[in-house]
């Protein structure tokens, strides 16, 4: 029995004390329940998050590309290629978000581009309250370009809005060409399709043309660029894709 | 399990509301999914389960509210209802759609006291 109401119940772990008194989920002195509409958006707090980045991006000039793939496509590969070529002529930085392990920063600062890295933990995608703080901490130049690199993951990244311009979707060819229809929401969400590897397509079996297919039956507007990374193919087509959606006016130095 | 840190923006607006709302606990919780929101309904209520214990909603009942999707057909030029975002017009078999609805993930209605 229970000794501060006298109720039959031994079990604490269900107890929860409020404004000092004591209360079970059987609470016998029940009070009236009614309901309440609230209407309120689950991703709203994130979403609130995302627009103050979104501000500060647009304040200060900054094209902000939010990039996302599975784990392996080669997202880091085309980021370090992507900072050596453009740092003699381009301000840039880069978010990196993984569930463990700073390698992925070490392996950008290397570049010689200021990288923060964020580590998720369990979190299986990166949130806008995340990015906020990898923000402060990078000290963004003004009409600058920056890179924030989400978990390997296809499906939960989707969801969250960091504040970017653009989501932009990683595929290499070693992977399934049908796996915009298998992650829909992502290569709904991406506003671009990256085609890394291909390079390696006499080697593998990658319908290209079927792939671009499937990517625009889940999104009819998505763009794509064909490239290697490693190897320098089709990048060209990638920068001149990440000038034009460089903000046109420059941002007054502060 | 990105259903994980839903649930948990669950908990946060339901301590929020607690506060402004004046109530101590949550009997019931109606949230609205949309079919094409990107949501887990199982993981959800797994997640749902774990997020609340301990919390003023720890024996809350979860109730799913569907809405579908619906997507406007650019060559039928009207809406029509969609299961998938890669789902044709059932009408003529265009895949020219522009996604409009089902894509809300919202709580509607919480019974408290």
């Known amino acids: 029995m229970c000794i501060d109401c006298g109720c039959a ?12 008194h004591h209360h079970h989920s059987h609470d016998p002195h029940t009070s009236e329940s009614r309901k309440l509409r609230i ?36 997202k880091t590969s085309l980021l370090t290629k992507t900072l050596t070529d453009l740092k003699p002529s381009h301000a840039m930085a880069v978010i990196e978000g993984d ?6 920063a070490e392996r950008i600062r290397e570049t010689g581009v200021a990288a923060v890295q964020i580590n998720t933990g369990k979190g299986c995608h990166l949130d806008a309250h995340m990015v906020g703080h990898a923000m402060e901490n990078l000290g963004l130049e003004n009409n600058s370009l920056l890179f924030i690199e989400n978990v390997g993951n296809l499906v939960c990244p989707a969801e969250f809005d960091l504040g970017e311009a653009h989501k932009v979707a990683i595929l290499s060819v070693t992977e399934g060409e049908d796996k915009p229809l ?11 399709m990256i085609l890394n590897k291909v390079d390696l397509l006499p080697y593998v079996n990658f319908d290209v043309e079927k792939c671009i297919a499937y990517a625009r039956r889940v999104n009819p507007g998505i763009e794509v660029i064909q490239l290697s990374a490693t190897q320098g193919t089709g990048m060209n087509h990638w920068y001149q894709w ?9 941002a007054k130095e502060a | 399990m990105h259903e994980m840190s839903l649930c948990e923006g669950i908990l946060r607006v339901i301590e929020e509301q607690a506060e402004s709302q004046n109530y101590h606990k949550v009997k019931t919780v109606w949230l609205e999914i949309g079919a094409l929101a990107g949501v887990e309904v199982e993981a ?10 301990d919390s003023i909603a720890r024996d809350a009942k979860l109730e799913v509210i569907h809405v579908p999707g619906q997507a406007w057909c650019m060559q039928c030029m009207k809406n029509i ?15 020219q759609l522009q996604v409009n609805g089902g894509e809300a993930l919202q709580i509607k209605e919480l019974e408290v006291e």
């Open chain 1, 9 to 20: 119940s031994a079990d604490k772990s269900n107890e929860v004390k409020i404004d000092g």
């Open chain 1, 39 to 74: 209407e309120v958006d689950i991703l709203g707090k994130n979403n609130e998050y995302a627009a103050k980045n979104r501000s500060v991006f647009s304040a200060r000039n900054i094209l902000a590309l939010n990039l996302v793939s599975s784990p392996g496509s080669g």
């Open chain 1, 99 to 104: 569930q463990q392990t700073a390698n992925d």
């Open chain 1, 182 to 192: 298998k992650y829909p929401d992502m290569f709904h969400a991406a506003d671009v």
């Open chain 1, 242 to 250: 990440l000038d034009a959606k460089r903000p046109h006016q420059q």
């Open chain 2, 44 to 53: 959800l209520r797994f997640g749902f389960d774990v997020v609340m214990k």
């Open chain 2, 81 to 95: 209802e969609i299961a998938q975002r890669f789902d044709a017009c059932p009408d003529c078999g265009s895949h």
